[in-house]
């Protein structure tokens, strides 16, 4: 199974739903997450109608902060919601293979203290997984401090 989860910054550029059509074609996508779609409810209801896939779980941003979309096609079997929250979609996925795993997609927030209830969340998610267990996505954290573009505290 092919799996993509990408931080798009923003879906408001005309070409993005070719753009993810065609990243669907060339990378044979069974699985996309979009993170940072900032856009409103109503836009992103005409947008995601677009993009080819046929099944869908949306979280949207808050404000233009945020949003995370999942994707899915028919090859993969089930993909149940186990916990929504504005930072994370924590999911049940079965494959065509009848093999289980569970999948959490993350956006965490730019700022410290939501980032800190995100990782609280995680922590408690933690302890209930048996077996696989993929957790992906934008953590907004930096490995140096180099990388920052605000020497703000983190």
């Known amino acids: 199974m092919n799996f993509l989860i990408w931080n798009s910054r923003g ?3 005309l ?6 059509r065609e990243l669907k074609s060339n990378y044979r996508l069974d699985f996309l997450a979009v993170l940072e779609t900032r856009c409103s409810s109503d836009v992103s209801q005409s947008r995601v109608r677009q993009l ?5 779980e949306l979280i949207d941003c ?4 945020g949003g995370i979309w999942c994707f899915w096609e028919h090859s993969i079997t089930s993909v149940s919601v186990i916990e929504r929250h504005h930072q994370f979609t924590h999911l049940q996925v079965t494959g065509s293979a009848s093999c289980t795993w569970m999948l959490t997609v993350v956006y965490a927030s730019p700022t410290s203290i939501p980032r800190w209830a995100l990782w609280d969340n995680l922590s408690h998610l933690a302890p209930s997984i048996r077996g696989p267990w993929l957790l992906g996505g934008d953590f907004n954290g930096t490995l140096l401090f180099c990388e920052r573009r605000s020497f703000a505290t983190f």
């Open 11 to 13: 879906i408001g550029a």
């Open 15 to 20: 070409s993005f739903p070719a753009l993810i």
């Open 52 to 56: 080819g896939f046929p099944n869908m």
């Open 62 to 65: 808050e404000g233009y902060s």
